[in-house]
């Protein structure tokens, strides 16, 4: 069984930076994309940057030019450098990981940006 496991998420104030990692229990290479996602209070879950098994990656609108998403293949582990927080950007963040035949979640790591 697959496991992802979330960490580095906290409280920051507006303008500050967070990373969070996303550790793997297998080799992340299986994985067609990985990304993050994040629901804020009374909203869906929304995709917030996602990096495919080739290395292409791709963000929402909203984070473009201030989130990277990056990984470490020997350490199976994805990152998401967040810079430039918002207040907007508050939100219960999750690792994605899909194959063709299925759909994995970690468990979240809130994030509160302070204006």
């Known amino acids: 069984q697959v496991q992802l496991v979330e960490s580095g998420g906290g409280l920051v104030q507006a303008g500050g930076s967070l990373r969070l990692s996303c550790a793997a229990s297998?080799?992340?290479?299986?994985?067609?994309?990985m990304g993050w996602y994040r629901q804020a209070p009374g909203k869906q879950r929304e995709l917030v940057a996602r990096?495919?098994?080739?290395?292409?990656?791709n963000y929402a609108d909203s984070v473009k030019g201030r989130f990277t998403i990056s990984r470490d293949i020997a350490k199976n582990t994805v990152y998401l450098q967040m810079n430039s927080l918002k207040s907007e950007d508050t939100a219960v963040y999750y690792c994605?990981?899909?194959?063709?035949?299925?759909?994995?979640w970690g468990q979240g790591t809130q994030v509160t940006v302070s204006s």
């Open positions: 994605n990981a899909e194959t063709y035949a299925s759909a994995y």
């Open positions: 297998t080799n992340i290479l299986i994985f067609k994309t």
């Open positions: 990096i495919t098994r080739d290395g292409t990656t």
